[in-house]
């Protein structure tokens, strides 16, 4: 009877886990931790280091990680997907108020304005490519 009662906890468990996974992930291959290996602008190739951009739902954490592994600048925003656009906006230096940045700061995390609207050239599980206007993106999966 005992051994029931812990293969029922061990099924229960495992139900709440998958259940809670399955409402986590919305965004298909976009979500989770993404590398800034390139960006294109103006006709110049900039390769940026240790810049991460990380989408889950509908926020999007960037920031500019240091040897500690902690983000050295973090910023928080919102975003819409629709097909291959995505609104991004209501950028914050977390912890912060949401709506209020430092347009400085935000440069240096390549976005360029408070609402920035994104063309999704390619996305798989591995590699995310964007534009912004003139501005192209190319990400790593981390």
């Not at 040897?67 to 925003?77: H, L, R, S, T, V």
């Not at 050239?121 to 192209?136: H, K, P």
Request: aromatic fraction near 14%.
């Amino acid at each position: 009877m005992e051994k029931m009662k812990k293969i029922a906890c061990i099924l229960s468990l495992l139900a709440v886990l998958l259940t809670s996974c399955d409402k986590a992930f919305v965004n298909g291959d976009l979500d989770g931790m993404w590398r800034l290996v390139k960006v294109e602008k103006e006709g110049a190739e900039i390769y940026p280091e240790n810049i991460y951009y990380s989408f889950q739902r509908h926020l999007v954490m960037m920031g500019v990680y240091g040897k500690e592994g902690m983000p050295d600048n973090f910023y928080m925003g919102v975003f819409a997907r629709n097909g291959n656009c995505m609104l991004m906006n209501n950028f914050y230096r977390y912890p912060g108020v949401e709506g209020e940045c430092d347009p400085e700061e935000l440069e240096n995390l390549y976005i360029f304005g408070n609402e920035v609207e994104f063309i999704i050239e390619n996305l798989g599980s591995e590699i995310l490519v964007m534009s912004a206007g003139d501005v192209r993106y190319s990400f790593r999966k981390w």
